[in-house]
């Protein structure tokens, strides 16, 4: 089980959180014309990475606040955590 | 019957309390403190069970968790446990075991008849010999070798033991209570850092209980009495015995199962059976020592040939001798300490040692002592068939490739010792690379992954003092590295004897002209000829070879036998064995109660049944529930001998004629509050939300990304910037992390915040002709008028002295409200309904008839929003707006979506206007068709109109909206119904919605 630091609560096990998908998918605009391409990209494709991902955590059963994660999808580490309003980036 | 091979004032045992227990219907004595092995070997019991395959006689090989043989179907009050280790089963009175795996008896078994037919049974033999006829495999060999082979049985009653589970953090974890386990302990405690030590066993000290060293001028046995005892009083350190840590997960967490009641008769009032510990820790000390490894030789797995570790065990701490005319058969010195341990309690060994002319100080001892050695000589067969009686013996060469006469001497066991294997499990769990140790012939663990650490014989290291000195060590570096402390333990002084070179011999040839079976895995009845057969078919990976022939499978998972099964290998494939490799180590370590897994989370999963605040009422009322998601909702109120039917069309009729009251408390609510409140909800709802008045309700649709339907509901402006929002009772969870989602992540800069309030308010609807005059009266001090409150207002209300919300919504299609107030004050709410309401023939209504009520309007719900269908399918597209964007807007417009022949829903009549129509049958055009029949649509909800007094469904069906009026059959396969039907509008009442405006 992972343990998962909570940028809000701290350390805490995984089975409080829910998974919420590829942290990088940014949502396009509304209002503002978009390509079939462009939309099914955001809606269905995605990259099965292996190796340092950034993703999207729910802390479900505990501060409800949804957190970025940048994990090792194949060693299961866990290199950072952001709250959902912090750059990925910074 | 007595105990003939018990000695006396040996052992750890209480001798003080006598026990008395059962083994396949008989009754033996042993003592407190015995294991079930223990007590039956004192009693001369050494045929225990057959064996997997060939049901051959099956008696004790271990003393612990690497038992492959003595598996027992356990009885312990009005319980049965299959598979249970009788090496690790304690006694206790009126303990019942029985052999499993025989029939009719365990001496006098049918099964064996595979014995003598074995030269049919050879690894893969099913696989190739039962292929054929196909059909014959599920009804004819299958059933039939499942009843043969296998182990114990499972019961199949309710488990009435607890079980818990338990979450713990420490700083350092240690696995093992030896030598390593205690020094490592004692210094991290020392230093203050938080320890937990845990012990698979009864007793504390692993090694030092049966081994005769010296620590600080201790028996090594004291010492470890000594550190155990100072352990348990010091409050930072948590002692465990019957306590197996089987698996070791990510992030450091591992998991430990305590036996609490397994070796009481009965488990005590308010206790569980076990315990399952989540500890996660800091750093974690492997100190889980070794498992000694058998020499494989003919018929080696005939009762009486077993570890000479664990006969020595036997001896020391429970007092009893395996035999009276033993044989050590060994390549190491160990070997010599068990001779040694018999002949000091006045019994004869020989001792067989497969090294030319090996020194150290033990042989010397045994030489002193005057026991019977023979040099360069091994055990070719066992001779005997349930228990061992003699053995064949020869010299052999140096090269281990040639053997001497034969001679055959008398024995009544044969103690082997094949050297030993350190227990890496845990390690190689972790993700620990392990690496191969020339030196001892075994894998050690290597670069470790996570914060893991392995010491002792588990390491590889044999000798005491070097294992002391390296766990102090390890102890001290890593606690104070944690607690910022340090406190200086000196290293005890050892004395042990010194062990010479270990021969690298694991495997006797076969004689000339003999063909027996030498068997690498006990357990499975794995054969070195199996192996060779499996080479021979081209398996070379040793994973592949491994699910060939079962090697190294079952509850034992190969302890004894995985390395004698790599060197075969090896040897076969002339590669050095770490070029083999080995199979991969998965948890759990040893075979764990799927009772303590499943802990507390049995029937409802410790999870409470949600009930309304009117519940008691409902049940005072003749109500039969129903599940709703995690929630208990009256389905009907029963009168008299109605059924469900009955009950529900007279409720639903009711509605349409008088007034009904339900219960609506489960509603998903959501409180939605913020300067873009409305934002917000524009962009969340398909329609347009900004203009919405205060004190105004609208119903709203809200997508997914990808232009699926995720829910409805109706929402309701209270004030300015504070809204209430509905969901349905199965998707409120979701709808609330959808929108938290939203507004944390995609959209911050909205001013919005949302809340469950679910639980906060009591709902109840009133709907029907009558339910305004019953309004007006609940509600004296409100205008609830057509003007005063029209469809889809809002107003608070005065519930005689009481706050309520009064909303002017109908989901049965009559004219209907909904009136909320605080949960507390729910049941008043309703009794006050029932009472003012029966004037005018109220009558509460379960969810059958708001089912039928909403149905025969085609009002959609969960069983049409089933995350398949988008907005038009239901025909919600006039909710859909054209000014602005919303989530999943854009996925509206794929061609699939737009399609001419697009699925919408449809109502659905049969001809007859009489036979009910199943949920889930498809819509054909012709029930006579040929295979594949081209499904039109199905049916996705059923009822008994009330209105018309026949049956109507609901159905999505392609083309839907040409095909009204169509002529189809709905076929159910399922209830084998073909009924030809009508299509007609899915607004089957009130189509123009006059009556909820009224």
Redesign the interface.
């Known amino acids: ?3 998962i630091k909570c940028p809000h609560c701290g350390m805490r ?1 995984q089975n409080e959180f ?1 998974y ?1 998908g590829d942290a990088s998918i940014k ?2 605009e ?2 503002k014309e ?1 390509s079939d391409q462009d ?1 099914d990209n ?3 494709n995605r990259k099965s990475l292996r190796g340092k991902h950034w993703e ?1 955590w ?1 802390h ?1 059963s505990g501060c ?3 957190i970025k994660v940048e994990r090792d999808t194949s ?2 580490e ?1 290199f950072n955590t952001l709250k ?2 912090e750059d990925i980036s910074s | 019957m007595s105990q003939g091979f018990r000695l006396k004032d040996v052992g750890l045992i209480n001798r003080d309390k006598k026990i008395s227990f059962k083994f396949n219907e008989r009754i033996y004595y042993g003592y407190e403190g015995d294991t079930l092995a223990s007590a039956l070997i004192a009693n001369g019991v050494h045929l225990v069970g057959r064996s997997f395959k060939y049901h051959r006689p099956r008696g004790f090989f271990g003393v612990g968790v690497d038992e492959p043989y003595a598996v027992v179907q356990l009885y312990r009050n009005g319980e049965t446990e299959p598979n249970i280790k009788a090496t690790e089963q304690e006694l206790f009175e009126g303990l019942e075991a029985k052999s499993v795996n025989c029939w009719p008896s365990v001496n006098f078994d049918i099964g064996a008849i595979n014995n003598f037919l074995k030269i049919f049974l050879p690894a893969g033999f099913y696989y190739k010999t039962f292929m054929w006829p196909k059909s014959f495999w599920y009804r004819v060999y299958e059933p039939f070798i499942r009843k043969a082979a296998g182990l114990g049985v499972a019961s199949i009653k309710h488990d009435k033991e607890r079980y818990e589970h338990k ?1 713990e953090y420490c700083d350092l974890l240690i696995a093992g209570s030896g030598p390593s386990g205690l020094a490592a302990a004692y210094t991290a405690a020392k230093n203050g850092a938080k320890v937990i030590l845990a012990e698979d066993k009864p007793r504390f000290g692993g090694s030092l209980l049966t081994s005769e060293v010296n620590i600080g001028n201790q028996s090594g046995k004291d010492w470890a009495e000594g550190i155990i005892t100072e352990l348990k009083e010091m409050p930072n350190v948590i002692v465990k015995n019957r306590s197996q840590i089987f698996g070791y ?5 591992l998991v430990m199962s305590e036996k609490i009641s397994d070796h009481l008769p009965k488990t005590k009032k308010y206790h569980p059976n076990k315990k399952l510990w ?1 500890i ?1 820790a800091k750093e974690v000390l492997i100190s889980s020592g070794s498992i000694e490894r058998p020499i494989v030789f003919g018929n080696n797995d005939t009762p009486g040939v077993m570890l000479s570790s664990a006969a020595k065990e036997y001896l020391k701490v429970y007092g009893v001798l395996v035999g009276k005319n033993p044989l050590v058969f060994t390549n190491n010195d160990s070997g010599y300490e068990t001779a040694i341990e018999f002949k000091k309690n006045g019994v004869d060994p020989v001792v067989l040692d497969s090294r030319k002319n090996p020194e150290s100080e033990i042989i010397d001892e045994a030489k002193n002592l005057g026991i019977k050695i023979r040099f360069s000589h091994v055990v070719v067969a066992a001779q005997g068939y349930k228990k061992v009686k003699s053995a064949d013996i020869s010299s052999i060469s140096e090269d281990k490739k040639r053997l001497g006469k034969i001679e055959n001497i008398k024995c009544d066991c044969i103690c082997v010792s094949g050297f030993w294997t350190p227990t890496i499990h845990l390690a190689s769990q972790s ?1 620990n690379k392990t690496k191969f140790n020339e030196d001892i012939d075994a894998f050690v663990p290597g670069i470790s ?1 996570q914060n893991e650490t392995t010491l002792g014989a588990a390491n590889g290291v044999f000798s005491l003092e070097e294992t002391l000195k390296t766990s102090f060590e390890a102890g001290n570096d890593l606690s104070k590295k944690i607690t910022e402390k340090e406190y200086k333990v000196s290293v005890p002084k050892v004395v042990e004897k010194k062990s010479s070179q270990h021969d690298k011999f694991w495997c006797v040839p076969l004689p000339k002209g003999k063909n027996y079976k030498r068997f690498l895995d006990f357990q499975n009845d794995v054969a070195v000829s199996d192996i060779e057969i499996a080479l021979r078919e081209g398996y070379r990976s040793i994973e592949h070879v491994k699910r060939y022939t079962t090697l190294g499978m079952a509850t034992d998972q190969g302890k004894t036998s995985n390395l004698n099964g790599l060197q075969l290998v090896s040897n076969i494939e002339n590669k050095v064995v770490p070029a083999v490799g080995h199979t991969t180590f998965r948890p759990p370590y040893t075979p764990v109660s799927i009772g303590a897994i499943v802990g507390r989370e049995v029937g409802k999963h410790s999870k409470p049944t949600r009930k309304s605040p009117m519940h008691f009422w409902h049940e005072k009322n003749n109500a039969v529930f129903v599940d709703a998601g995690v929630w208990l909702r009256p389905r009907y109120y029963k009168k008299g001998n109605e059924t469900l039917f009955e009950a529900s069309k007279r409720e639903a009729k009711n509605v349409r004629t008088n007034v009904g009251v339900c219960d609506v408390t489960t509603l998903g609510k959501i409180d939605i509050k913020g300067r873009d409140a409305a934002e917000f909800l524009n ?1 969340v709802y398909t329609n347009a939300w900004l203009k919405l008045p205060i004190g105004k309700a609208r119903y709203g649709v809200m997508l997914r ?2 232009g699926i339907v995720m829910d409805d509901g109706t929402t309701t402006r209270i004030s300015k910037n504070h809204y209430h929002m509905t969901t349905t009772t199965a998707q409120a969870a979701n709808v609330l ?1 959808h929108l ?2 939203y507004l ?3 959209w ?1 800069e909205l001013n919005v915040n949302v809340i469950s309030t679910t639980e906060q308010w009591a709902g109840a609807a009133i709907a029907g002709p009558k339910s305004r005059d019953l309004l007006q009266k609940l509600f004296p001090k409100n205008d609830v008028s057509n003007k005063g409150l029209p469809f889809m207002g809002y107003l608070d209300g005065d519930l005689f002295g009481i706050k309520a919300r009064i909303f002017r919504i109908s989901f049965s299609g009559e004219l209907a409200y909904e009136v909320n107030v605080e949960s507390d004050n729910g049941i008043f709410m309703w009794q006050k309904i029932m009472e003012i309401g029966k004037e005018f023939e109220i009558q509460p209504y379960g969810t059958e008839a708001l089912s039928t009520l909403r149905i025969e309007m085609g009002h959609v719900a969960g069983s049409e929003l089933d995350g398949r269908t988008i907005p038009y399918d239901n025909s919600l597209e006039g909710l859909l707006s054209k000014k ?2 919303f989530i999943g807007k ?2 509206l417009s794929k061609n699939a979506f737009v399609a001419e022949d697009r699925q919408k829903i449809v109502g659905v009549v049969p001809i007859d206007k009489k036979t009910n129509i199943p949920e889930g049958s498809h819509l054909v055009k012709d029930p006579n068709a040929q295979l594949p029949n081209i499904k039109l649509g199905y049916i996705s909800a059923s009822c008994w109109s009330v209105e018309f007094d026949n049956p109507f469904s609901l159905a999505i069906i392609k083309n839907g909206k040409n095909m009204i009026g169509q002529k189809l059959f709905a076929m159910s396969p399922l209830k084998n119904k073909i009924i030809p039907v009508e299509i007609v509008s899915s607004h089957y009442v009130d189509p123009n919605g006059e009556r909820v405006r009224s």
Request: without cysteine; aromatic residues 16%.
């Open positions: 089980m992972l343990h096990s829910s919420g949502r396009p509304l209002n978009i939309w955001f809606v269905y999207l729910q479900l409800r606040q949804w060693t299961h866990i959902a309003n | 979450y997960y990510d992030h450091n967490m989540y996660r993700g992954k962009r990304e990808d992390s938290e989602y944390q992540v995609v911050p602005k964007d854009r996925s």
